[in-house]
Each structure stands twice: as C-alpha cells, then as structure tokens.
C-alpha cells in the first residue's frame, strides 16, 4: 500500500523501505502501519518515552515472520498453540535482520542495541523492561483490536467476529501493559462489538 511521507517520522522512511520486503506474510505490512500510529498515540500519552526506540521497534518487530512456514502460522499464536517455538524463532530471525537494516542506515539519534533488545522478546517476555518495550508491546496487542486485526484472526482461525471479539476481551485486554494501551484497545473493542450487536437490535426494538 502506498505510505505518504506524513504518514511516519522522515527518519523511519528508510527501515519502512527496507523492511517492506519481509512484511509481506500474514498482512503484516498493514499490521505494521497501524501499530506504528498506535505507538504515535501511545508515545502522546507518554512524553517521557523515547520515540527513537519505539517508533524504529514498532516498525521491525515483526521481520523475523518472513522467514516463518507461512503454513505454520497460525498454530504459534492464539490461546492454545501448538507451536509456541515458531514465535520465539520469528523474534530470533528478527533481530537479524532488522540488525543488518539499521546497521546498514544508521538512522541519527537510535539506540540500535536498544531497538534490537525490544525485537527479541517482543512477544515471549510478558512483562517490560523499559518503558519502550512497554508501549511498543501494547502497540502490537492493541492492533488486534482494531478492525484489520478483527479480520485478520478471524482467518488465521476460521472464526467468526464474535468469537475473536470475545477471545480479544478474555484473553488478549488483560496482557496490556499501560493503562492507555489497554483503553484504546476495551474502545476499539467496544465499537467491534456494537458495530456487529447494533442492526440487530434496532431491528429488534422496531418489531417490538
């Protein structure tokens, strides 16, 4: 999809480039944009933070999947996996090759042993260790909140809406790790699941 230089910091055009080529599996190209405009609202509620960690992170973290059976996917994620290893290994192929991308574009003012710490235990380590680690974390939960994300797993499992919305709210809001994290997402939510319950309750109180 076509990214307007508006759309992210000028520093990051350079890794969105280089990394495009290993997002194109699981739509992960798109999961990437929209978490990176949650890590922008995470990081307003966060001034504190360094967005020269998060935003660089957000971008790469998600690499390693490209080098992942693509057939195999959808058995590493969701609340019972049964190959836990493959996302360990996607975090493992990720730190390879977002290394040699910022290695090779040096990008001014990044801590590039920092981004890297992120990237390798984005997902398999529930708790932060930085402040970074905790948005850049919430960021990539909360995409699976929004429509896309509903989407999304809804054919990884060949599950309806309802369903994911449901596992989303049982499973997935309790691991946030900020409080804005977690309200984007319980909105995000929220909206889904009123999206989906509306017509049928309008319907429902006109034949009352």
């Not at 990884?156 to 989303?168: H, N």
Request: net charge negative; hydrophobic share 45%; charged share 25%.
């Amino acid at each position: 999809m076509p990214v307007s230089p508006v759309t992210l910091v000028p520093r990051d055009l350079p890794l969105w480039q280089a990394a495009r080529p290993y997002l194109d599996v699981r739509s992960n190209d798109v999961h990437t944009l929209i978490s990176y405009a949650i890590a922008r609202a995470l990081l307003a509620e966060h001034p504190g933070v360094a967005e020269s960690i998060v935003l660089p992170a957000i971008l790469l973290h998600d690499v390693g999947w490209k080098r992942i059976d693509p057939a195999l996917m959808a058995d590493a994620v969701g609340p019972n996996p049964t190959r836990r290893e493959l996302v360990r290994s996607h975090e493992i192929h990720g730190v390879e090759i977002a290394g040699e991308i910022l290695r090779r574009h040096r990008p001014v003012g990044v801590d590039i042993d920092a981004v890297l710490a992120i990237i390798d235990r984005h997902d398999t380590m529930k708790e932060a260790s930085s402040p970074e680690d905790a948005l850049v974390k919430d960021a990539d939960k909360a995409w699976r909140c929004t429509p896309h994300g509903i989407e999304t797993i809804c054919g990884w499992f060949a599950s309806g809406p309802a369903e994911i919305i449901a596992m989303l709210e049982d499973f997935v809001l309790p691991q946030f790790l900020t409080a804005p994290g977690r309200a984007m997402a319980r909105a995000s939510l929220a909206v889904a699941r009123a999206t989906r319950e509306a017509p049928a309750y309008l319907e429902e109180i006109q034949n009352v």
